[in-house]
């Protein structure tokens, strides 16, 4: 029998802002199938450890390992390449745009060929598509309408859109 490895490991984590300490010798694993909390005090590091591990900040010192491989993520691009996402307690949604406007934002799929290649037209239907199937993932079944405004649903609907 094996033992199960740790999928994302921090070890010895550091990060400064000039002369503020914001995290200090951070050590972290999370295993597959674990669901994790991360809790403390105001000014412990939470937040900095978070996006240490999905490419926002650049610790100044110490490992991040992905399936026991080092990883330097240098952006939140590098981290989703690896399969790490961070949603943020704030949401960061656009309350004008539709649910699947925003869930695509920054990350639109294109349309096929040149269209998409060239003219970079986006494919509406195919985000709609995947929206109303991760929403319903979610159990969100009470958003009738993909191409609302988020500014239109109430706050646990705004948090699944930013799930």
């Known amino acids: 029998m094996s033992e199960k490895q740790p999928i994302i490991q921090a070890r010895g984590l550091m990060k400064r802002?000039?002369?503020v300490?914001?995290?200090d010798g951070?050590?972290?694993d999370l295993y597959p199938?674990?669901?994790c909390a991360v809790i403390g005090?105001?000014?412990a590091g939470k937040s900095t450890l978070i996006k240490a591990l999905?490419?926002?900040v650049v610790p100044d010192h110490g490992e991040v390992l992905v399936d026991g491989r080092p990883v330097n993520f240098k952006s939140p691009d590098d981290a989703r390449s690896?399969?790490?996402e961070t949603v943020y307690q704030n949401l960061a949604l656009s309350p004008a745009l539709s649910i699947a406007n925003n869930m695509f934002l920054g990350r639109e799929m294109r349309k096929p060929g040149v269209l998409g290649s060239v003219f970079r037209m986006m494919d509406h239907k195919r985000m709609q598509d995947f929206a109303r199937d991760k929403l319903s993932e979610l159990g969100l079944m009470t958003i009738q309408n993909i191409n609302q405004a988020v500014e239109t649903l109430s706050g646990g609907q705004r948090q699944g859109v930013a799930v």
Do not use: H, L
């Open 17 to 19: 802002y000039g002369t």
């Open 21 to 23: 300490i914001a995290m």
């Open 26 to 28: 951070a050590d972290f």
């Open 33 to 35: 199938g674990e669901i």
């Open 41 to 43: 005090d105001n000014g």
């Open 54 to 56: 999905s490419g926002a």
């Open 82 to 84: 690896e399969g790490i």
